[in-house]
């Protein structure tokens, strides 16, 4: 009986938030007209806890923390219901480089954890550096999501 009442209690948990379709805001242009390091992005979420806008979005590049967004505060300036348990969010992601080069391949992943603490996947997007150049585009033979960044003067 008590193995019963547990798994009836697991599949009523929901497993967390999940993150889908991270993409460019705009499909012809990535990043900020007048900030060429800031990257204009948007991603779907599904999480049934309802707890979403009680959490934080961890933002990467590479491999390594880039920052954290309130989520709270997302929700409020997009309007979303507090409790909404799928939608779109919005948001910027400026990215902190050393150095950039030509050709250069980026890669920008993001994650959520909602009020309840449990962390989403984290879907990515694969960047190439075009310096000085002004396509946005498909990387040629790129991975998932592939996008082309440059910024010409």
Same mark, same amino acid.
């Given at each position: 009986? !008590?193995? +019963?009442?547990?798994? =009836?209690?697991c599949?009523?948990c @929901?497993? +967390?938030? !999940?993150?889908? $379709? #991270?993409?460019?805001? *705009?499909?012809q !242009?990535? &990043?900020?007209?007048? *900030?060429?390091v !800031? #990257? %204009? =992005? &948007?991603v779907d979420?599904? *999480?049934?806890?309802?707890?979403?806008?009680a959490?934080?979005?961890?933002?990467?590049?590479?491999?390594?923390d880039?920052?954290?967004?309130? =989520? /709270? $505060?997302?929700f409020a /300036?997009?309007?979303?219901?507090?409790?909404?348990? &799928? +939608?779109t =969010? #919005?948001?910027?992601?400026? %990215?902190?480089?050393?150095?950039?080069?030509q050709?250069q391949? #980026?890669?920008?992943?993001? &994650?959520?954890? $909602?009020?309840? @603490?449990?962390? /989403?996947? *984290?879907?990515g997007?694969? %960047?190439?550096?075009?310096? +000085?150049g /002004?396509?946005?585009?498909?990387?040629?033979?790129?991975?998932?999501?592939?996008?082309?960044? @440059?910024?010409?003067p």
């Open positions: 009986m !008590r193995l +019963g009442a547990a798994l =009836l209690l599949a009523s @929901g497993g +967390g938030p !999940r993150l889908t $379709n #991270l993409r460019c805001r *705009d499909p !242009r990535c &990043q900020h007209a007048e *900030d060429p !800031r #990257l %204009l =992005l &948007q979420f599904d *999480d049934e806890s309802g707890t979403m806008s959490g934080t979005l961890r933002l990467r590049l590479n491999g390594g880039q920052g954290t967004l309130s =989520l /709270s $505060n997302l /300036s997009q309007q979303i219901a507090s409790g909404a348990t &799928q +939608g =969010l #919005l948001f910027d992601d400026e %990215l902190h480089l050393d150095a950039i080069e050709d391949h #980026l890669e920008v992943n993001v &994650q959520a954890v $909602n009020g309840h @603490g449990e962390g /989403s996947n *984290d879907p997007l694969d %960047l190439l550096v075009h310096l +000085g /002004s396509g946005l585009g498909p990387e040629p033979g790129g991975g998932r999501n592939a996008r082309s960044i @440059g910024g010409g």
